[in-house]
């Protein structure tokens, strides 16, 4: 299992910003894939995460009407496409999988197994 994250950068307040998370090693309908963020002296957060059974989706409250998570089977691929964004949304991104996990596991690391390298954003005017 291996995911890779791209796409951060450097972005100012009110921009946008597209993540994606190429995986491999396993079937888009075996594990569900989420985007977590931490920020230097802060916890790890779960920002997002979509589903592998029926592509429910999850959005932490910080970032509920603002981000949206999808999936693209066919190029193994999720992204995580992010609009106003905010200061606070500074912070090193990593996608990871969890096998079948289902939509109250989201918001929880622990339940994730694999995770990417991460990916830095910057939302700085």
């Known amino acids: 299992v291996q995911l890779v994250e791209s796409g951060g950068g450097s972005v100012q307040p009110g921009g946008s910003l597209r993540l994606s998370c190429v995986y491999s090693?396993?079937?888009?309908?075996?594990?569900?894939i989420g985007w977590f963020r931490q920020a230097p002296g802060k916890e790890r957060e779960g920002v997002s995460c979509?589903?592998?059974?029926?592509?429910?989706?999850y959005y932490a409250d910080s970032v509920k009407g603002r981000f949206t998570i999808s999936r693209d089977n066919a190029k193994n691929t999720v992204y995580l496409q992010m609009y106003n964004v905010k200061p606070e949304d500074t912070a090193v991104y990593h996608c990871?999988?969890?096998?079948?996990?289902?939509?109250?596991?989201?918001?929880?690391?622990?339940?994730?197994?694999?995770w990417g390298q991460g990916t830095q954003v910057i939302v700085s005017s």
């Open positions: 090693g396993f079937s888009f309908d075996e594990y569900a």
């Open positions: 979509i589903t592998s059974s029926d592509g429910r989706t």
């Open positions: 990871a999988a969890a096998p079948n996990a289902v939509l109250s596991m989201c918001a929880d690391h622990t339940w994730f197994g694999y």
